[in-house]
């Protein structure tokens, strides 16, 4: 794209004419974010539990500490697998310290289906602080749809059955985990699910995409998106 080269006069009446669309942009994530606040929830009658960093069984009610509501990040970290999602091990670095959360009366977990000595070591390697429990083989990650598998109930990909996705023109997951955000709140001793999201519905948590945005070459990424960055220790060093 060939941009035009203006003197100081004409770049500010551009940008001026430009931030009137990013208010009006920003007004709309106010007005959607307002509706998301006021979606319908599901009452969670399903006993979960998870294993935590010291081996012991802790339960859904338990990842809220003393909080009224709580975030989990379905990071895609397998069984099987040595390592984490590289997509989401960049979701990882740009996670907030829990701290702040907390101080909004929210608390914060990644769930995965690895071993938790693995979700540990991973997660030393990297330097992360955020809590992370292994879910192992419970329904968790089928249940709120972080993880397709047909064989173990109605498998759906950000919320759409495989003839639905296929309708749209679009790829079928053809099993495995998948990347969202799962979001419960914690009322009169119960507990609800309140909201998920997939697929770039989270998107905007990656503070390195969301910086690239404002510049002229923005994203530069390929179809693996944040996948593409590197883990902090493979980079080289400065």
Not at 110 to 129: D, H, I, Q
Not at 163 to 178: F, I, N
Request: aromatic fraction near 12%; charged fraction near 30%.
């Amino acid at each position: 794209m060939t941009r035009k080269i203006v003197n100081r006069q004409d770049w500010l009446t551009a940008r001026k004419d430009f931030l009137e669309k990013e208010k009006e942009h920003t007004r709309a994530g106010d007005a959607l974010a307002a509706e998301r606040r006021n979606l319908p929830m599901v009452k969670v009658d399903k006993t979960y539990t998870f294993e935590g960093p010291d081996g012991t069984t802790t339960s859904l009610a338990d990842l809220f500490g003393d909080n009224d509501q709580l975030i989990v990040y379905h990071f895609m970290f397998k069984p099987g697998d040595d390592e984490g999602c590289r997509g989401c091990s960049h979701v990882g670095e740009s996670l907030p310290d829990p701290r702040h959360l907390n101080f909004k009366n929210t608390a914060f977990a990644c769930v995965s289906r690895a071993p938790v000595k693995k979700l540990e070591e991973y997660k030393k390697r990297n330097g992360w602080t955020w809590p992370w429990y292994s879910s192992g083989d419970s329904d968790f990650n089928y249940d709120f749809f972080a993880t397709i598998d047909e064989a173990r109930g109605k498998a759906l990909l950000n919320f759409r059955t495989k003839d639905e996705v296929e309708a749209k023109g679009q790829t079928w997951w053809e099993g495995g985990d998948v990347p969202g955000y799962s979001v419960f709140l914690k009322e009169d001793g119960e507990i609800y699910h309140t909201y998920s999201t997939f697929a770039r519905g989270g998107e905007t948590v990656l503070t390195t995409l969301m910086m690239l945005d404002m510049t002229p070459l923005g994203r530069q990424v390929g179809q693996y998106g944040p996948a593409e960055f590197k883990l902090k220790d493979e980079y080289a060093s400065a």
